[in-house]
């Protein structure tokens, strides 16, 4: 149960588009459609931006998209607004119910 | 409006036990799976166990396996996490989590601390 590899962090100017990647392996992102992606704010609960991959729940902005190709999932933001500065992690399903999360990438917009 | 609300964290010394619980509310709690899953101090989120609606299907982290059980009442809408021969490394924030209909989380509670130090 390796964690899922992210970047330590990414930046853009608000406005701008982001790219989060996240590998992990043939036993976790690439075996199953069920990778999420979350947002937490310090101090605060995670909260569900992405599941199965590119789903986005209900009152979620479509500025926030996922994909996967592979072992590697990611997640973009288009658009960035000051609101979207956060810690992102991504999460596979890795079978028989357990789960791998990566080690999170700090979001910083300029 | 769904509500998750952990309570019994606290300071432990290594060795010792604690015994973690959520409260649910917004929801028919015996129609969802539920996980435990904890975050160490500047640290990322690791999942720790599994239950299911009946109860019939838990999981465990290797990390805790043998140590922590994962129980829940829904005749009280509460879900526990029992933890036994704590380490340091068991220090951590620990969140209860609603399991979506796929397979992630959709809900989360606000996490309680669990701090293990003699």
């Known amino acids: 149960q390796s964690a899922l590899t992210q970047p330590r962090s990414v930046s853009g100017s608000p406005g701008q588009s982001v790219t989060i990647s996240c590998t992990g392996t043939?036993?976790?992102?690439?075996?199953?459609?069920?990778v999420s992606w979350y947002q937490q704010h310090p101090g605060k609960a995670p909260k569900l931006m992405i599941y199965?991959?590119?789903k986005r729940p209900s009152g979620v902005p479509d500025r926030f998209s996922g994909s996967k190709s592979g072992n590697t999932a990611s997640l973009t933001i288009s658009g960035l607004q000051a609101e979207d500065e956060a810690d992102y992690y991504c999460c596979s399903y890795a079978g028989s119910y357990t789960w791998v999360f990566g080690g999170g990438t700090r979001v910083t917009v300029l | 409006e769904v509500q998750l609300v952990e309570s019994g964290g606290g300071l432990v010394q290594p060795g010792g036990s604690l015994r973690l619980s959520c409260a649910a509310s917004g929801f028919t709690f015996s129609s969802y799976s539920m996980s435990w899953v904890r975050q160490a101090p500047g640290k990322g989120l690791e999942w720790v166990s599994y239950i299911s609606g009946t109860s019939s299907t838990i999981y465990y982290a290797d990390s805790v396996k043998g140590r922590f059980t994962i129980s829940r009442d829904n005749a009280k809408n509460s879900l526990y996490l029992q933890m036994n021969s704590l380490r340091d490394e068991d220090t951590a924030v620990y969140y209860c989590?609603?399991?979506?209909?796929?397979?992630?989380?959709?809900?989360w509670g606000q996490g309680t601390l669990v701090t293990v130090s003699s």
């Open positions: 043939s036993s976790d992102v690439g075996a199953y459609n069920y």
């Open positions: 199965d991959v590119s």
């Open positions: 989590a609603r399991n979506a209909g796929g397979l992630d989380f959709d809900y």
